[in-house]
Structure formats: C-alpha cells, structure tokens
C-alpha cells in the first residue's frame, strides 16, 4: 500500500545535540511538507519542497534544516539552534495541480529533549 | 494573513448525541480551499473533505456533514448519532490557491478541537 512512512516514532536527544527525522513516501507525489504540532497549538509549517533539489522555509522554520535530493525522501534535521524542539513532528505529502491538494500525513515522530 | 479559528477547544457528549464543530476562516482572497481532518489517538492525520470557495453547498457523507457559509466566513461540521470510535482532535485547514498553479505550498491549520464522545 502507498503511504508515508516517518522514523523514528519516538526519538530522545540531549541538549545541544543534532537529530534527523526521516520521511519517506511511495505515491510519487511531488510536493512534501514538515508540520510541527505542541499541545494546544495546531500544527505549524516548518519546510515545505514542490520539486527535487529545492524547498521553502515555512512559518517556524529557524532551528530546522531539510533537503530534498531524491522525490521519495524529505528528512528534517532539528538542530541545536532550535530552542524548544520538544513536539510531534508530521511529515506530509501531496501531487501538485492547480488549487490546493490533499495532504497525506505520516504517523508522526514524537521528540523528547531530556 | 489567512487563519482559521476554532473556538471550542474540547468538546465532551454522550454516545448518540449530535454534536456541531466550530471553523471560522480568514482570508482576502478570492479562491480558497477548506479542510477537515481527524487526529485519533494513534497521531496520524486523516483526511475528511476539501471544499472550494465556489461551492457553498452543503455535504453529507454517513453520520457526517459539512456547512458552509462564506456569508460568516464559516465551515462547521456535524457528526450525528456520535460513536466513540469519533473521539479524536479534528483540525480545520485552509489553502489560498496559488498564483502560481501549483498550489502545493502548505496549509493553514486552526489549532484543533478535541471531541470526546463517553460511551
């Protein structure tokens, strides 16, 4: 079954350290997203990329880093600039055509900061 | 700046009652897309409807449906006779069609209501 596929599911760093989310999907759609979700608050854009080898910051996107460099994969590196990276985070996908598309969501990966 | 608000942050009936989620959206243009999606406990989030700005008609789908009413820049939804398998948090989204075509760049989430249904 097509789908996307988000690892790890549940992730714990120490302070200071870098850490990968990774994000893979196999609908052959073209445009692929990263959402932060906190408690109470929604979910916030973080990157967002329509085509391999380029992407957009979102609305949060300070702390964070992403590359695109094959159609499948979209991986999110938190960083240590990243303030409070304690959140859920949610990988999306999407084809692109004119008007706005349907979002197909991953399971999410939960990362704790200790 | 588009937004979407959802006034009612949890929500908590019995089995069987009706119950009528809240979305109030802003936005100044024209052509716009409007989302609902459901979060279960499992955390992945899944895709209910998408509603263009040049459709104000009503839908129903089973127990559920959707109205729509530019007029109060409004998309509510209604779950009838809700099950408990209903609990979840329930996202409105919204999308401005891009200039662009594309329309691939992301959308504007309100901050979820999180319906509980006790049995």
């Known amino acids: 079954d097509g789908g996307i596929t988000q690892s790890p599911k549940y992730l714990f760093r120490k302070e200071g350290q870098n850490v990968t989310l990774s994000c893979e999907q196999n609908?052959?759609?073209?445009?692929m997203y990263w959402y932060r979700q906190d408690p109470g608050q929604g979910l916030r854009l973080i990157y967002y990329?329509?085509?391999?080898?380029?992407?957009q910051k979102g609305d949060i996107a300070e702390g964070y880093s992403v590359s695109r460099e094959k159609k499948e994969s979209f991986p999110l590196t938190v960083t240590s600039a990243q303030k409070n990276p304690t959140a859920f985070y949610l990988c999306?996908?999407?084809?692109?055509?004119?008007?706005?598309?349907?979002?197909?969501f991953g399971a999410g990966s939960r990362l704790t900061v200790l | 700046a588009q937004k979407v608000t959802q006034a009612q942050t949890e929500i908590s009936v019995v089995e069987k009652e009706d119950v009528t989620l809240d979305c109030v959206y802003e936005?100044?243009?024209?052509?716009?897309?409007l989302f609902w999606y459901k979060q279960p406990p499992s955390g992945e989030l899944v895709f209910l409807i998408r509603?263009?700005?040049?459709?104000?008609q009503n839908e129903i789908s089973g127990r559920y449906s959707w109205n729509f009413q530019k007029s109060t820049s409004s998309f509510n939804f209604t779950i009838t006779a809700s099950q408990v398998v209903d609990s979840a948090v329930y996202f409105c989204?919204?999308?401005?069609?891009?200039?662009?075509?594309?329309?691939?760049?992301?959308?504007?989430f309100g901050k979820g209501t999180h319906l509980i249904i006790q049995p």
């Open positions: 999306a996908s999407s084809g692109i055509r004119s008007g706005a598309n349907v979002l197909t």
């Open positions: 609908l052959n759609h073209d445009a």
């Open positions: 990329s329509q085509i391999v080898n380029d992407f």
């Open positions: 936005t100044r243009d024209t052509t716009y897309y």
């Open positions: 509603r263009n700005s040049f459709d104000e």
């Open positions: 989204a919204l999308s401005e069609a891009s200039y662009s075509g594309g329309g691939a760049d992301g959308l504007t």
